[in-house]
């Protein structure tokens, strides 16, 4: 399988991920479509790691699906602490820091 | 063959979590995009990596998400909010929006045009490190500093979790 499918399949799906951040009007989605680009990275880093014979693609890998666990804990509490506040998951009710 | 499989079950489970509206769907739905992962895992030799997706990603953390959807009770986003506040209604950000986006289809076809040996086969010329034994040996040598550095990441982000997500007492 050539590897420029690889990347025009990553690419495609960093593209989703980007259109749903930007057009969905609900966090926990908002943070679903952060994981699918998070996905479309990996999979560009594992498919180049094959491709030059190298153990390192897989190890940032390793390191970025850390990261993406850090990242929803923390996200995940914001937006608990969030919806306590206003009853309301649109990113648009959130316009002020202060209330 | 596999490739086309796994790849159309990644992209239309991914399309799925972006247009629907009811976030348990976006997830079950993003769960089988994950399988679909873990199958182009496996395809390019990465067996453990195929595995940890499905624990970590599969498990860990959309059991989080599945968790927080059904503890704020929230099912569907508002039809009637959507029509009427939505950026898409806007035609300034309409217009920013799609210059962007014609922008980065645009910077993906010039990376694309400009690498070398798009068709060559993946790995045809290396032989794959799939052994788990020399994923760990170089995790813990070459990358020993980036390891320990993750465990403080992850001690931090527990911890912040807990104390943002806390009931406040006074």
Known sequence: ????????????????????????RNLITLLMSVEIMLNAVNLT?????RQIGEVDGQIITFFVMTVAAAEAAVGLALVIGLFRHRESLNPEAFTTLKW | MLFYIFAAVTVIGSLIVVSQRNPVYSLISLVGAFFGLCGLYVLLEAPFLAVVQIIVYAGAIMVLFLFVVMVLNVPREDAAEWDRAHPLYRPMAVRVGGALAVLLALEFAWALSRTAGLS??????????????????VLFTDYMFAFEVTSILIIAAMVGAVVIARKREE
């Open chain 1, 1 to 24: 399988m050539p590897i420029g499918h690889y990347l025009v399949l990553s690419g495609l799906l960093f593209s989703i991920g980007a259109a749903g951040v930007f057009l969905r």
């Open chain 1, 45 to 49: 880093f594992v498919a180049f790691g």
């Open chain 2, 120 to 137: 060559a086969g993946v790995g045809d010329e290396k032989p794959a490190v799939s052994s788990v034994a020399e994923l760990g040996r």
